[in-house]
Nanobody, 114 residues
Framework: QAQLVESGGGLVQGGGSLKLSCAASGSIFRIAAMGWYRQAPGNQRELVAHFTRGGSTTYADSVKGRFTISRDNAKNTVYLQMNNLKPEDTAVYYC????????WGQGTHVTVSS
């Protein structure tokens, strides 16, 4: 069964860094568009960074220059390097993949203290 499992969340001070990982089970994910969304309390889920199936990337304006998405196809893993974190980055971060339907991970919490 296709599955996405995130890891790497936690508590960090403002200005710090975290790296999230999303391991995808199933070789089908090698052709998927994959990336990251986040949802803060009381807010809608929003795009953070994402690969298209063609391999290009898109970022939310709020994270440009601070976050970097990368991918290791041999490991079926997508990463999100987050630098210069701000309290407003506090959210649950979800791995997402789209092939013919949407797949979501269970989410990993990121808390940034001021």
């Amino acid at each position: 069964q296709a599955q996405l499992v995130e890891s790497g969340g936690g508590l960090v001070q403002g200005g710090g860094s975290l790296k999230l990982s999303c391991a995808a089970s199933g070789s089908i994910f090698r052709i998927a568009a994959m990336g990251w969304y986040r949802q803060a309390p009381g807010n809608q889920r929003e795009l953070v960074a994402h690969f298209t199936r063609g391999g290009s990337t898109t970022y939310a304006d709020s994270v440009k220059g601070r976050f970097t998405i990368s991918r290791d196809n041999a490991k079926n893993t997508v990463y999100l390097q987050m630098n210069n974190l701000k309290p407003e980055d506090t959210a649950v971060y979800y791995c997402h993949a789209f092939i013919t339907t949407d797949y979501w991970g269970q989410g990993t919490h990121v808390t940034v203290s001021s």
